[in-house]
Nanobody
Framework: QVQLVESGGGSVQAGGSLRLSCAAS????????MGWFRQSPGNGREGVAA???????LYADSVKGRFTISLDNAKNTVYLQMNSLKSEDTAMYYC????????????????????????WGQGTQVTVSS
């Protein structure tokens, strides 16, 4: 059974940084694909960043150049380094994964769709004050 546990959220001022972690069990983080999503009140779940087979990284336009997704196979953990945070980054952040095989071209075109992911963490809150 897959379990994903996020940590690292908190409150920070605009311009600051946070690093989120997603520790996985029952799933090897580089074996297929994983993503970070966020959701703020009244909005749908938005894809932020994703990593495919441990090497291909994908980002939403709103975070390109500010956020970096990475993983540590030894710790079986995926990270989201968030720099130059803005108030609009305030949201609950979720880690997601799925073990169903999917060819990269199709994944690249659809990575931000929440329906592609069958396993989710409980979320960690990020609050950015201006």
């Amino acid at each position: 059974q897959v379990q994903l546990v996020e940590s690292g959220g908190g409150s920070v001022q605009a311009g600051g940084s946070l690093r989120l972690s997603c520790a996985a069990s029952g799933y090897a983080v580089s074996s297929n694909y994983m993503g970070w999503f966020r959701q703020s009140p009244g909005n749908g779940r938005e894809g932020v960043a994703a990593i495919y087979a441990g090497f291909a990284r994908l980002y939403a336009d709103s975070v390109k150049g500010r956020f970096t997704i990475s993983l540590d196979n030894a710790k079986n953990t995926v990270y989201l380094q968030m720099n130059s945070l803005k108030s609009e980054d305030t949201a609950m952040y979720y880690c997601a994964a799925d073990s169903r095989p999917l060819a990269f071209p199709r994944y690249r075109d659809n990575w931000s769709a929440p329906t592609l992911y069958g396993d989710w963490g409980q979320g960690t809150q990020v609050t950015v004050s201006s």
